[in-house]
């Protein structure tokens, strides 16, 4: 089994799954919240296939800055899907979205939105975590 096909077989009943060389990473957190915890931890996961519930380009970024080399998104979006492709890294999906809509159904996931106009990774990074922190103080 390959590391993406291991990595979709043990998605079930998590966010996102990790795989490289059998070993297998998950985690439940919401959103792009696990890569981001995993990159400010240093994890390093360069060569790991990714499995995730939703890729918009806010994950991709996160995916190309971790060294992902495969992604499969149960639900992926137009803009993922080229920015992955874009950095040259092989993705599949089962649904492909025009865009990815947030939690409440109401309008472009504000993420998403964070990056639309962003195509340096580093830059997109950085505007991530301002989203992030600025959205967890509002909580």
């Known amino acids: 089994m390959t590391d993406i096909e291991l990595a979709k077989a043990n998605l079930a009943g998590h966010s996102i799954c ?9 985690d439940d957190g919401r959103g792009i919240s696990p890569m981001m915890k995993f ?20 994950a991709a970024m996160l995916f190309v800055i971790a ?14 899907r080229d920015y992955l492709k874009s950095h040259g890294i092989p993705c599949t999906y089962d ?15 504000p993420m998403e939105k964070t990056v639309a106009d962003i195509s ?20």
């Open 120 to 139: 340096d990774v580093n830059e997109g990074y950085i505007a991530l975590q301002k989203k992030a922190a600025e959205i967890k103080s509002k909580k």
């Open 95 to 109: 649904t492909l979205a025009g865009r990815i809509i947030n939690r409440q159904g109401t309008d472009i996931c």
């Open 18 to 26: 990790l795989c490289k060389d059998g070993r297998i990473i998950t």
């Open 67 to 80: 060294g992902i080399v495969c992604v499969h998104g149960n639900t992926m979006s137009a803009s993922g």
């Open 39 to 58: 990159i400010a931890e240093g994890k390093d996961l360069n060569g790991y296939a990714a499995a995730d519930l939703i890729v918009g380009k806010a």
